[in-house]
């Protein structure tokens, strides 16, 4: 059964050096040196990088989501058209919704992409049956709903970023650690 792993910055360590194989540490010996470097903070700055982009890229399945609705602000800019501007915690969108809107949308456009060409002229643009969400990073364009309408967001579904010194995850993203943690 997958589960997923909730770690702070040590627990993330030990997790990298039993992965690479440094752990268990042999404690018969002591061996110092001077000019060496950091070792600890070198796999710490592989594994943020790591969680980093399985945050942007990962399976989703793998990945702390929530509905973060409440935090969304929300404004109907005109002709139904609606500007969501995200909160810190946010990464990227997984599923979202307005009330109005038949089903929620899952899929993305991002600006200029044909999809996003389409909304600009009020004939062609995404409705209550066929919504469309274009994200430009820090907000994203809902289309569309009711002109006269107050937008509430009944969904916001995101991979959110946990906090800087946490680490969420499911564990069968582990085997992607171990190759991030080898040195090129």
Known sequence: ??????????????????????????RDCVVEREDGIDIDEWIMMRARSWYARLLMDGPLAWLPTQDIKDTVAVTNCGNG???????????????????????????FALPDDTIDMLQHNPWTRGGACNPVAV??????????????????????????????????????????????????
């Open 81 to 107: 058209v609606v500007m969501a501007v995200y909160p810190s915690v946010f990464v990227r969108p997984v599923e979202w919704q307005l009330e109005g809107w038949h089903h929620s949308v899952s899929h």
């Open 1 to 26: 059964m997958n589960q997923m792993l909730n770690l702070n910055e040590s627990e993330m360590l030990a997790l990298c050096k039993r992965v690479m194989n440094l752990e268990p540490c042999r």
């Open 135 to 184: 994200d430009h990073g820090n907000w994203m364009l809902l289309y569309s709903i009711d002109p006269q309408a107050t937008p509430v967001l009944k969904m916001a579904r995101c991979v959110t970023y946990p906090g800087t010194d946490r680490f969420i995850f499911n564990q069968a993203a582990i085997p992607t650690l171990k190759e991030a943690l080898k040195q090129e």
